[in-house]
Every structure is written in structure tokens, then in C-alpha cells.
């Protein structure tokens, strides 16, 4: 993980200023604590804060090649730098360095923005060309690494992480409304829109150019599925050995690094198989790390040691309280820089301070199985309703629905009733793009009733999911019920939210990295061609990795269900000894300055709420709950008073003596001398 | 696989989590033995009806139909319109 930010001008009359230019990365100085580094030269300014992982000594960036042509900041991983390098020699390209970046520069040297689709990694990258004058910023294909950029006052200012954009004197900081009404529909906010109006993110699988003074965003990647589900000529076994080995070699290559390499343990199957392929298939012993939860409904421990011992890891945990949800939230919200819905960022953000303390930069993580492999409830729910849509006025059916959520056996005649509001839009026509996410988006959408008049005002034409709907690829409508489903996922919660609020923002707030071995990109692309019946049998949800991994872990956890990761969402912060601040980011006072909710009902639910058991606060409460106190929050840091928070966070890392080494100063005067003789 | 075993197959994976031995013929009862629970059938329909490509109505969801092995390929035989098992 490092952080990377930068200034080019458009129009070449701003001076970009040195200590803007560090501030800028002193900032997000936790994604990369361990060196800092600038590359000035005229109209433009980078900048970079470095976690060494990968070549300790010779590896500072700013970076360029040899011929000091393209200078780079990158932020990131090139896992398969290790077979690229070689291909490179041979053309004649010379390394000062044994770096991932140097490769990565000169392959971008070799093949421009073609090079992206070679590299196998999770990156975000700047290269300035210093003689076609030409800026390139790139993201990797699923937006593991984040990447921001705005355009004020005849400059373009981009960065690793927003707050350093805000940094910026010409950078106003305005909420969209539109980007907050999609966070309170869909979940998270769709790119390349951002919370703030005018800041925008480079989108996963893009990457931009500017050449004089015109910004263009390219698409060089996006996932896509075969048309009906795909081919269907190859046996399970046949795909399962598949599968295998490129986890097998996924995991592998995601374990280069110079310094040591741990993994999280949920207690699913997921991590599980991760830790597993790591403890059968490679020599390195493994340290793995687990959050468990005081809230026993929440806790998963019992499977996480029973993990842990099988595989003989040297085993971490650290106990998440109320009290330690409540305490981190708003240091959580500085990091996710946007209003969230669920607190589960938060005990991920103390786990990678556990990893911290243990001396560990790296760790390996599960997601993507879920979304690719079709793990989610939500796709069972949709093939549910699906089987409830060939007879929509069977009575049965939908009754299909209590396997998925035992909650629903309840009296008859109040099953039905739920059954029927809840899960019923749609089914007249499970055709339509959005059929599977009906549910959720409704049930989430009831949290806008919070907003005040200006609000409603202001988003009266504004439909996020017709806007969503839009924007979807061509050739979506002929991809299979389950490929929609995954898109949409992909789309809306995993580059969105899961990769970002709850996987980079929070690891980095440690200076933790973290590695997806699911997310490489041949899996990817190998497992959207997987027919869905080989991903949810029946019922069981991720079927074809529980065959992957049979005979590497316990049968029991090879077995279980899915437990969704939660955390105790309004509970932690109304039981008994409540922090302060909750008083008054609810007071009517806070409420009314912030100019988006109404504050009468949101002091009732605070008071409806207060001191109730987390079993019995329902979905809706706790979204409404922690989507307004996070928004607050937000609003308090971002919009309010960023000046206070931003300088201390900056008075911080200055007070520690950081020293910049500046990069290519040489290049720099020798230039400037010829020009003078 | 025919008809039966790809049934058998199911219901072994699915609702005997691996244990054969329970399954002991293919006329014992899905509901008198616990193998199957009243949501259980729902999910045994679904399989029939993705697997076999044939639609159940409500008023076919009835135990003649569906609860055991041997009724239930004999039902998905006369929803086929095939006479003979297939192999």
C-alpha cells in the first residue's frame, strides 16, 4: 500500500507549490508510512508515501526508467512483474532497480496503455511522459486500489485518497445530494460520481490521459458474462481442477513480497481455502488474524480456531466490544470518506491495527469469492423468486424464501404478508435488469424518508436505479439470471464499497495491504464462464469451491452455510455508557446545520432505538440509524471543519521530522543548464 | 445418469450432507423419515424443475408426486411425456 498524489496544470501559468504537493501525501502519510518522495518539474508536481514490501532499498518512487523519460508514482502491486521482467530485457530494456514499478514503467514504456491489460496486480498509477507532456493515471481492472482526480482552477489535482484533493485551495467541498440519495438506494456511490460535487473517481478497469490540457477516461477492462449461462461442455471435475490451480497459483503469487505475509481467518470457506493453498501448496508458515465479537450473535471464533488449529497457524485475534465500535466509528468515516450503512468497516479497521502491531504490512483476504463464485444470499434470494416467477400466484413457492431467511416463520397469514411486500415487486417480470436487487434497493430506500424538504427538492428527478439501469453494458439482457446478479454486485457493493470503505480505507488506516487471491483477473474471467448451476446447486451457494477445497479443510466448515459479516450496528452506540458525540450529531441543532435530514424524526429514532437488545433494532432502523450518524460525521470532517481536522492530521506527521527526498533533480538542472549554455 | 440417481445424487448431497445409508431405498418416504422438511420439498422442486425442464403447479406439490425417490422420477417421467426410463 502506499499513497500517491499529484498536480499537473493545464494551461502552464500556476506554479504548483512544494509543501501543497507534500501535504498532500503527508495527509494519507498512513497508507505509506515508511519514506516519502517528490518529483517536481515544470506545470507539474508528484508525490508519494511509501510501504516498502516489494525491493526495500532501491524501490522510493517517484520512480522513472533510465532514460528518466516517463516518471511514475504507483500505488500497488505487479504480481506477475516476476514474467513480465525477462520479456523486457530481452527487448533491451535496463533496470536500476529490482522493483515491481520499474516494470511497470517500462512496460507501460513498451506498449502504452495496452500494458494494462498484461498486468496481473492491483494498482493505481501516474506516469508522466516528460516529452510528449502527456499524463496517464490508470486503475486496476476491479478498483482494489483507489484513484481521485478533479480539475479547479486550470490544474488537475489527483490522489490515492480525496482528502488530499481537498487539500487544494481551488477545490471546493460541496455534498452531492445525488451521490448521497445513491449511497441511501443502492448503497454506495456509482463512479465516477464521488460525495463531493465536481471530485471524481477514475472507475475500476479505466484509466485517463491528458495531453494538452484535454482529460479523457478510457475503459480497458470490464467483467462480462457469456450469454445464457455459457458453454456447458466441460464436466465439474473438469472445472474444478481449473479452478484449483489458478487459486492455487493466484495465492502463490500474491505471497511475493520481501517482507512477511499473514492472512485474516472469518471463519467461511473463503479465507479458509486461502489459508489452506498457502499451508499445502507453498513453504511459508502463516500468521492469521481474526476479529471476534463480545456480541455473541455476531462472533464466529468457534470455527475461526478450529481453523486455525487444523492448519497449524500461528493464530491472532483481537475482541470487538460495543464500546470499540463506538470509539473507532468516526476515525472510520475519515478513512471511508463517505456515509456508509453498516458499521462492519469498523472491526476490520481494528483488526489491521492487531496486524500492525504484530509487524506484519500484508496480509491475504477472501473477497471476490462471494461475488464471483455466487456465494451471496442475495443470488439465492433471486433465484428464489425466480423459481416463485414461473407461478407467481402459487402460495408455495415463495415460501422457498424461510430456507434463506428462517426470520420469515412467523404466523402464517404475517409470512405471507411479508412475502408479499417484501419479495413480490418484480416477480411479474424476472426479466427485468434490476429483479434481483428489488428487494434490498426498496428496503434501503426507506431510510430517504429522513430527508428534509431541500433534499427531496432537490433529487425530484433524480432515479438512481434508472440511472444505474442505463449505464449497464450491452448484451447484459442476454447474460444468464445469476451473471446479472453478479454484475450488479460487482458494480454496486464490491468495487464500490467492499474493496473501498471496508478493504482499502481501512487496512491503509493501519498501513496495512491487503491481497485478493480471488480477484486475480484469470479467475475472474475463468469463473463468469462457470454456469451457474456449478456455483449454486439447489441451495448451496458457492458449490464448485466447496468442491475445490475438499480434503484441504475440516468438513464441517467445508460444509457450512454462509453466515453473512456483520457487526452490531445501532446497539453500539445506544447501550448504556454512550459516547458523547452521539448527543450531538443527533441534537436538533447539528441535524438543521447539515441541511439534510429532518431533525424531529431523526431524534425519534434515536430515542425508539436507545437501549433496545441487538436482536431486537430490524434492518431498517440500523441502516437509518448508521447511514445519518455517518453522515454526520461526514459532514462535521469534511464539509464543516476540515480545515481543524485536515491540519491535524498533517501537524502529526510533520512533528515526526518526515524528510522528502526529491527525485530527479539531476535530469532537472541538466536540463535547465543546456538550455542556459 | 438416469432419472433416479440423478435424484438420489440430489438428495444425498443436498439433505443426507453425505450420509447414503439413511437413503435406504428408493420408496422411503422423504417427509415420514425427516429426510425432507415441508420447505425442503419446495427445494427439491426447484431442483426437479432447473434440472429436468419441466414446471410443477401447486396442486401437483402432493406426496404422490414427490416423496420418494421412486415417485418422484415417476411423476417427472409422465410431466416429460417419456414413457421408459432414461438412461
Known amino acids: 500500500m502506499c499513497g500517491i498524489a499529484g498536480i499537473l496544470s493545464l494551461d502552464n501559468h500556476k506554479e504548483i507549490k512544494r509543501e501543497l504537493l507534500e501535504d498532500m501525501v503527508l495527509i494519507q502519510a498512513h497508507r505509506g508510512p515508511d519514506e516519502f518522495g517528490l518529483f517536481m518539474d515544470e506545470g507539474i508536481g508528484l508525490s508519494h508515501a511509501r510501504l516498502s514490501i516489494i525491493d526495500l532499498s532501491t524501490g522510493g518512487q517517484p520512480m522513472a526508467d533510465t532514460s528518466e523519460k516517463i516518471w511514475c508514482v504507483f500505488n500497488g502491486e505487479i504480481y506477475n512483474y516476476v514474467e513480465l521482467k525477462p520479456e523486457l530485457e530481452r527487448r533491451g530494456y535496463q533496470f536500476n532497480t529490482t522493483s515491481d514499478t520499474e516494470v511497470l514503467i517500462n512496460q507501460f514504456i513498451e506498449k502504452g496503455p495496452d500494458s494494462f491489460n498484461t498486468l496481473n496486480g492491483q494498482f493505481a498509477a501516474a506516469f508522466w511522459d516528460c516529452r510528449s507532456k502527456r499524463l496517464t493515471l490508470v486503475r486496476d481492472r476491479l478498483g482494489i486500489r483507489p484513484l481521485y482526480y478533479t480539475v479547479a482552477d486550470g490544474q488537475l489535482i489527483f490522489a490515492s485518497e480525496i482528502k488530499s484533493i481537498l487539500l487544494h485551495p481551488a477545490v471546493d467541498r460541496k455534498i452531492d445530494k445525488r451521490a448521497l440519495d445513491e449511497i441511501f438506494t443502492l448503497w454506495s456511490v456509482l463512479p465516477p460520481k464521488t460525495v463531493f460535487e465536481g471530485i471524481y473517481e477514475i472507475p475500476p478497469g479505466c484509466y485517463l490521459t491528458v495531453e494538452d490540457g484535454d482529460v479523457r477516461v478510457n475503459k480497458y477492462w470490464e467483467p462480462e458474462f457469456p450469454e445464457n449461462g455459457g458453454e456447458d461442455n466441460r464436466t465439474l471435475s473438469a472445472l474444478v481442477d481449473e479452478l484449483k490451480d489458478l487459486l492455487i497459483d493466484s495465492t502463490k503469487i500474491r505471497l511475493r513480497a520481501d517482507v512477511p505475509v499473514g492472512a485474516y481467518l472469518s471463519g467461511g470457506i473463503d479465507s479458509s481455502a486461502i489459508t489452506a493453498f498457502v499451508k499445502n501448496y507453498t513453504p511459508n508458515s502463516l500468521n492469521t488474524f481474526s476479529v471476534t465479537f463480545e456480541d455473541k450473535n455476531y462472533d464466529e471464533r468457534t470455527h475461526q480456531l478450529e481453523l486455525a488449529d487444523y492448519l497449524g497457524t500461528e493464530h491472532k485475534t483481537i475482541n470487538c466490544s460495543y464500546k470499540s465500535i463506538a470509539e473507532m466509528f468516526p476515525e472510520v468515516i475519515w478513512h471511508t470518506e463517505k456515509p456508509i450503512l453498516r458499521t462492519a468497516p469498523t472491526p476490520l479497521m481494528l483488526l489491521s491495527g492487531l496486524v500492525r502491531d504484530n509487524n506484519i504490512k500484508v496480509v491475504l483476504t477472501g473477497e471476490g469469492a462471494d461475488e464471483f463464485l455466487g456465494g451471496y444470499d442475495i443470488f439465492k434470494e433471486a433465484k428464489i423468486r425466480r423459481f416463485w416467477a414461473v407461478n407467481p400466484d402459487s402460495e408455495w413457492r415463495p415460501r422457498l424464501l424461510e430456507r434463506l431467511y428462517p426470520w420469515l416463520k412467523m404466523s402464517p397469514s404475517r409470512t405471507k404478508f411479508y412475502l408479499q411486500t417484501f419479495y413480490r415487486p418484480g416477480i411479474d417480470n424476472p426479466e427485468i435488469p434490476q429483479f434481483s436487487h428489488i428487494p434490498r434497493w426498496s428496503t434501503t430506500s426507506k431510510i430517504k424518508m429522513f430527508y428534509n424538504d431541500s433534499m427531496r427538492k432537490g433529487l425530484a428527478d433524480f432515479n438512481p436505479v434508472s440511472d444505474f439501469i442505463e449505464s449497464l453494458p450491452a448484451g447484459f439482457d442476454r447474460w444468464s439470471y445469476l451473471g446479472k446478479a453478479q454484475f450488479i454486485e460487482i458494480q454496486t457493493l464490491l468495487s464500490a464499497y467492499l474493496l473501498s470503505s471496508q478493504g482499502d480505507r481501512v487496512a491503509a488506516a493501519n498501513s496495512i495491504e491487503g491481497r485478493y487471491p480471488f480477484l486475480d483477473h484469470r479467475i475472474v474471467e475463468f469463473a463468469s464462464k462457470i454456469p451457474p448451476k456449478y456455483k449454486i446447486r439447489g441451495l448451496v451457494e458457492k458449490y464448485i469451491l466447496r468442491e475445490v477445497v475438499r480434503g484441504l479443510i475440516p468438513e464441517n466448515l467445508r460444509k457450512r452455510i454462509k453466515r453473512p459479516y456483520m457487526a452490531p450496528d445501532a446497539v453500539s452506540f445506544l447501550s448504556m455508557d454512550h459516547p458523547e458525540y452521539i448527543d450531538k450529531y443527533f441534537s436538533n441543532d447539528f441535524i438543521t446545520k447539515s441541511e439534510l435530514f429532518k431533525p424531529l424524526p431523526v431524534e425519534k429514532l434515536k430515542e425508539k432505538l436507545s437501549g433496545l437488545p441487538s436482536e431486537r433494532i430490524g434492518f431498517k432502523d440500523n441502516m437509518s440509524f448508521v447511514g445519518i450518524l455517518s453522515t454526520m460525521i461526514f459532514m462535521d470532517r469534511f464539509i464543516l471543519n476540515f480545515s481543524k481536522f485536515s491540519s491535524d492530521k498533517i501537524e502529526k506527521w510533520r512533528s515526526k521530522g518526515i524528510k522528502f527526498q526529491v527525485r530527479g533533480e539531476n535530469e532537472h538542472r541538466r536540463k535547465h543548464s543546456t538550455a542556459y549554455n | ?87
Open chain 2, 1 to 87: 445418469m438416469s432419472i433416479e440417481e440423478s435424484i438420489r445424487q440430489h438428495i444425498i448431497d443436498n439433505f443426507l450432507l453425505g450420509e447414503s445409508s439413511r437413503l435406504a431405498s428408493d420408496r422411503v418416504s422423504f417427509l415420514d423419515t425427516g429426510i425432507i422438511d415441508s420447505t425442503g420439498v419446495l427445494e427439491l422442486v426447484m431442483f426437479v424443475e432447473e434440472t429436468f425442464g419441466i414446471k410443477i403447479e401447486d396442486d401437483e406439490l402432493l406426496p404422490e408426486n414427490l416423496d420418494s425417490v421412486e415417485n418422484l422420477a415417476d411423476f417427472i417421467r409422465r410431466k416429460q411425456g417419456v414413457q421408459q426410463p432414461t438412461k
